[in-house]
């Protein structure tokens, strides 16, 4: 073969080559998962490792898991799951649900990440866990349960305490002073606050807001503040539209399991706050102790074809430490 055709065969075999790459190649090829982007999960965790007082263990990122140790992951049947492991630690890692045929890539160095997706195809309770030697039996273990048994996992559903905006008393239609005895009762109750997520509120009649309150100048107003038995704080009312010390607040400090009762009058016409009272106040107001108080003027309020009573409640999650702020909103 002349110089010209033995260059044209070699050509041919390092493209042949090139097209086929070494079966190592090939292989590791094979393995590589497609990116989390290109399939939809119905659920999705972060785990992130960590190496501590407890050992060796998997801490729960975001969503309800929030700073939880190995947490216990839900599913429904059929629902695609997928898992981000993110090292924390440095230490090199992996993630393993064996029911599953599930078991991600290694992770090594600090901030490294990786993604796996299943299909959790079956019910039942199931263990997690880093396969590499030694690691499982230091702590990094978890279960994910699926189905039923997430649903009992669960456990009741999480209430919804937030009030119906159309929740109010109708207009004052009488044109003379009258007594009115209002009842209002802390509670404190675990109620909804995201989708996955509950908080302890602390309310006035298991809502937030608290009721709103409607009365008439010159109306003499008897209130009762009971506090719940199970509740764990004293609890008070400051009502601002009370001329009188701290709004009533000074005579309505109640501990768990008592009742108080003031008796004041409507002198001012106005749309007022009423919250706890009780140190820390912010704390309380912040936990859904606040609503409002209208008086209305001796000759009543122009007629209104709807009417809404609400507040705007914000909270902000920040190193898994929720705070809440109250804001109100017009009526």
């Not at 110089?3 to 493209?15: P, Q, R, V, Y």
């Not at 195809?121 to 702590?139: E, I, Q, V, W």
């Not at 008897?222 to 008070?236: A, G, V």
């Not at 507040?311 to 804001?327: L, T, V």
């Amino acid at each position: 073969m002349n110089t010209a055709g033995k260059s044209l065969s070699a050509a041919i075999m390092g493209l042949s080559l090139l097209m086929s790459g070494p079966p190592a190649l090939a292989q590791a090829h094979s393995n590589v998962r497609q990116p989390a982007a290109e399939i939809h999960a119905d659920v999705s965790y972060t785990l992130k490792t960590d190496i501590g007082n407890q050992g060796m263990t998997f801490v729960g990122v975001g969503q309800s898991i929030d700073g939880v140790v190995n947490p216990t992951l839900n599913a429904k049947k059929g629902d695609i799951v997928q898992i981000t492991l993110i090292d924390g630690d440095g230490a090199e890692h992996d993630i393993s649900f064996p029911d599953f045929n599930a078991l991600s890539d290694h992770v090594v160095g600090p901030g490294a990440s990786t993604v796996i997706v299943f299909r959790a195809d079956r019910d039942g309770s199931f263990k997690y866990f880093c396969t590499l030697p030694g690691h499982r039996a230091a702590g990094m273990e978890g279960t994910i349960t699926i189905g039923a048994a997430a649903a009992a996992a669960a456990g009741p559903a999480l209430a919804n305490i937030s009030r119906n905006p159309a929740e109010l008393p109708a207009p004052i239609a009488r044109t003379r002073p009258a007594h009115v005895e209002v009842k209002l009762v802390a509670e404190e109750v675990k109620g909804r606050l995201a989708d996955d997520t509950g908080y302890n509120f602390w309310t006035f009649n298991g809502k937030v807001p608290g009721p709103m309150l409607r009365v008439r100048v010159g109306d003499t107003v008897t209130l009762t503040l009971e506090n719940r038995k199970d509740s764990r704080m004293i609890h008070s009312v400051d009502l601002h539209a009370v001329t009188g010390p701290g709004g009533g607040a000074a005579l309505l400090q109640v501990p768990p399991g008592q009742s108080k009762t003031i008796t004041f009058k409507a002198l001012k016409p106005g749309l007022f706050v009423y919250h706890c009272a009780t140190p820390m106040v912010a704390n309380h107001i912040a936990n859904g102790m606040y609503g409002m108080i209208l008086v209305e003027p001796r000759q009543g309020l122009p007629r209104a074809d709807e009417e809404f009573y609400g507040y705007i409640n914000h909270f902000e999650e920040r190193s898994g430490r929720r705070k809440g702020c109250a804001r109100s909103i017009k009526v």
